[in-house]
């Protein structure tokens, strides 16, 4: 069964950066195109990002373009979501998943999802 | 502003079909746009049941199915059971990269 297991979330102070992280343990990592993916408290969900299994190619909603990086490390089976600039509106649960097998497949949808991780922007 | 459209409510009764649609504010969904269809309980992760139209996720049972109908993709979940009850994301690939979640369509099962 593939786990997704995000960490890093907690309060941060408006302006603030976050780093979280997706570890994906016993997946063929890099064969796994990736996105993170939010909600907001009672909203639906938000796609952010997204990366292929090489990380060569990424890319972001407008919503987090230029404050948000994503990454990813296939020596450590890990991804990343660095988050700068961080706003009030950017509280949610964010979620990791991936997309089906195949390291481009970054269009098809998603597959795996991780449990979530809440970040809250509060002063 | 592209918007994915998909009902916000639908009631069905257990042992039934019903059928939910995604649509686009500005253009007919068709396979090229990859539909993806996820259910969501309060306080849980989502869980994906269809991507690529109409491939079924590992584990979904065959009551859950996605096609195009007309101008929209569909999910389809017939013989209805309680544990149905969910929330429900479509997903449209816009190019680019970009993917697009609709507002989601809250289920009933009574």
Redesign the interface.
């Known amino acids: 069964e593939v786990q997704l297991l995000e960490s890093g979330g907690g309060l941060v102070q408006p302006g603030g950066s976050l780093r979280l992280s997706c570890a994906a343990p016993g997946l063929t990592f890099s064969s796994y195109a990736m996105s993170w993916v939010r909600q907001a408290p009672g909203k639906g969900l938000e796609w952010l990002s997204a990366i292929r299994g090489s990380g060569g190619g990424t890319y972001y909603a407008d919503s987090v373009k230029g404050r948000f990086t994503i990454s990813r490390d296939n020596s450590k089976n890990t991804l990343y979501l660095q988050m700068n600039s961080l706003r009030a509106e950017d509280t949610a649960v964010y979620y990791c998943a991936t997309h089906p097998f195949g390291s481009g497949n970054y269009y098809k949808g998603f597959d795996y999802w991780g449990q979530g991780t809440l970040v809250t922007v509060s002063s | 502003q592209t918007v994915v459209t998909q009902e916000p409510s639908f009631s069905v009764s257990p042992g039934g079909t019903v059928t939910l649609t995604c649509g686009l504010s500005s253009d007919s969904v068709s396979t090229t746009y990859?539909?993806?269809w996820?259910q969501?309980t309060p306080g849980q992760?989502?869980?994906?049941l269809?991507?690529?139209t109409n491939?079924r996720?590992?584990g979904v049972p065959d009551r859950f199915s996605g096609s195009i109908l007309g101008d929209k993709a569909a999910l389809t979940i017939t013989g209805a059971q309680a544990d149905d009850e969910s929330?429900y994301?479509c997903?449209l690939?816009m190019g680019?990269?970009?993917?697009?979640?609709?507002?989601?369509t809250k289920v009933t099962v009574l």
């Open positions: 990859y539909p993806s996820y969501q992760a989502p869980r994906t269809i991507y690529s491939t996720s590992s929330d994301y997903v690939y680019s990269g970009i993917s697009l979640f609709g507002g989601g």
